[in-house]
């Protein structure tokens, strides 16, 4: 028969020992691991003799819940030694001023990207991207610019190489070539993204933002390029009417195009979309030329359809009442937090030039 005083002796001798989380864990293996004491005791009970069986077991079970109960209080009193420990050497002194706390803000444009994506999400289109590294075939050849254009001259274009046929894009129109090249139609994207020109005023930046809309199908005309961009405006300036005309224009890559303008007024000194004698121009449009579908392998005698443009920083300067292009840019964190948007801020009307 084992000695259970002596053995219960030996446990306590190395309970008494612990001081950690780590010696806990090691004297815990100690006494109940697949070699432990107790799991030892517990092997033997198969081998003894049926008179002492009994005895043994119970014993053996007396010392294992009294073993557990002490592990048990031992490890709460290091749990408690612990947060004494920590209170004491890491207390905050609550007289001290709090630390001051900025939450962050939601650029302009970010925000009119958002907003102008999820107005075209629901009528159906979907978002493509392109590289704002571009080769000149995307960005000029393929969307019917002849090579003597003025666009394609050094004071209108940053290119990257003496060749001139690594540039920055100029617009966002090189992701319908793209696209229209690795699918078939019908096509119903918009393309937002970094454009670049050499140009720097007040309303116009090196680096600004477009948003390039395109859709091809069978028997598309312009009256659902008209439908489209009237359901835009009423969306994007939060108005149930607008006026809105189409201006005959000039762009190499459709044909006929125009430009489109929106009505509006001036009342206590804000931009009032929609009513008014006053014409605003919004941007540009017009049914894609036969010569683009055909450079990106679409049949012109089968599909057609719109494309159209709009600079994403105007439409913040103007939605938002923000006069000057160049602050979008010059990282002023003062500026930020006046035209920024909390992450969760819906907004609902205009701020207007006032500001």
């Given at each position: 028969?084992?000695n259970?005083?002596?053995?219960?002796?030996?446990?306590?001798?190395?309970?008494?020992?612990?001081?950690?989380?780590?010696?806990?864990?090691?004297?815990?293996?100690e006494?109940?691991?697949?070699?432990?004491?107790?799991?030892?005791?517990?092997?033997?009970?198969?081998?003894?003799?049926?008179?002492?069986?009994?005895?043994?077991a119970?014993?053996l079970?007396?010392?294992?819940?009294?073993?557990?109960?002490?592990?048990?209080?031992?490890?709460?009193?290091?749990?408690?030694?612990?947060?004494n420990?920590?209170?004491?050497?890491?207390?905050?002194?609550?007289?001290?001023?709090?630390r001051?706390?900025y939450?962050?803000?939601?650029?302009?444009?970010?925000?009119?990207?958002?907003?102008?994506?999820?107005?075209?999400?629901?009528?159906?289109?979907?978002?493509?991207e392109?590289?704002?590294?571009?080769?000149e075939?995307?960005?000029?050849?393929?969307?019917?610019?002849?090579?003597?254009h003025?666009?394609?001259?050094?004071?209108?274009?940053?290119?990257l190489?003496?060749?001139?046929d690594?540039?920055?894009?100029?617009?966002?129109?090189?992701?319908?070539?793209?696209?229209?090249?690795?699918?078939?139609?019908?096509?119903?994207?918009?393309?937002?993204?970094?454009?670049?020109?050499?140009?720097?005023?007040?309303?116009h930046?090196?680096?600004?933002?477009q948003?390039?809309g395109?859709?091809?199908d069978?028997?598309?005309?312009?009256?659902?390029?008209?439908?489209?961009?009237?359901y835009?405006?009423?969306?994007?300036?939060?108005?149930?009417?607008?006026?809105?005309?189409?201006?005959?224009?000039?762009?190499?890559?459709?044909?006929?195009?125009?430009?489109?303008?929106?009505?509006?007024?001036?009342?206590?000194?804000?931009?009032?979309?929609g009513?008014?004698?006053?014409?605003?121009?919004?941007?540009?449009c017009?049914?894609?030329?036969p010569?683009?579908?055909?450079?990106?392998?679409?049949?012109?005698?089968?599909?057609?359809?719109?494309?159209?443009?709009?600079?994403?920083?105007?439409?913040?300067?103007?939605?938002?009442?923000?006069?000057?292009?160049?602050?979008?840019?010059e990282?002023?964190?003062?500026?930020?937090?006046?035209?920024?948007?909390?992450?969760?801020d819906?907004?609902?009307n205009?701020?207007?030039?006032?500001?």
């Amino acid at each position: 028969m084992e000695n259970f005083n002596q053995i219960e002796s030996t446990i306590l001798d190395k309970i008494e020992k612990i001081s950690d989380r780590n010696t806990f864990d090691t004297a815990k293996t100690e006494i109940f691991g697949k070699k432990g004491i107790v799991t030892e005791l517990f092997k033997k009970i198969g081998s003894l003799d049926q008179n002492y069986k009994k005895e043994y077991a119970s014993k053996l079970n007396s010392l294992k819940t009294k073993i557990t109960e002490i592990l048990e209080k031992k490890l709460n009193d290091l749990g408690q030694s612990e947060i004494n420990k920590k209170l004491k050497n890491e207390k905050v002194d609550v007289t001290l001023p709090g630390r001051s706390y900025y939450s962050g803000k939601i650029h302009p444009v970010s925000q009119v990207i958002d907003e102008v994506t999820s107005i075209f999400s629901e009528i159906g289109f979907s978002v493509e991207e392109g590289p704002d590294i571009e080769n000149e075939y995307y960005n000029f050849s393929a969307l019917n610019t002849p090579k003597d254009h003025p666009a394609r001259d050094m004071h209108d274009t940053f290119y990257l190489d003496q060749s001139k046929d690594l540039l920055l894009r100029t617009h966002t129109s090189p992701v319908q070539i793209r696209t229209m090249l690795k699918s078939k139609p019908p096509f119903k994207i918009i393309a937002p993204g970094r454009t670049y020109r050499c140009d720097s005023d007040q309303t116009h930046s090196p680096m600004f933002h477009q948003l390039e809309g395109l859709h091809i199908d069978k028997n598309i005309n312009m009256g659902h390029l008209k439908g489209c961009l009237y359901y835009f405006v009423k969306k994007f300036f939060e108005v149930e009417k607008v006026k809105i005309r189409f201006r005959p224009s000039h762009f190499p890559f459709t044909e006929p195009s125009a430009e489109v303008d929106i009505g509006y007024k001036i009342e206590n000194g804000k931009i009032k979309v929609g009513e008014g004698d006053k014409w605003l121009e919004v941007l540009g449009c017009g049914m894609v030329h036969p010569n683009v579908l055909k450079n990106a392998k679409v049949n012109p005698n089968k599909y057609q359809g719109y494309a159209f443009g709009v600079g994403l920083d105007r439409l913040a300067m103007l939605k938002y009442g923000i006069n000057d292009l160049r602050a979008f840019f010059e990282s002023d964190i003062r500026w930020l937090e006046f035209y920024g948007f909390d992450p969760l801020d819906v907004p609902t009307n205009y701020r207007g030039l006032s500001r």
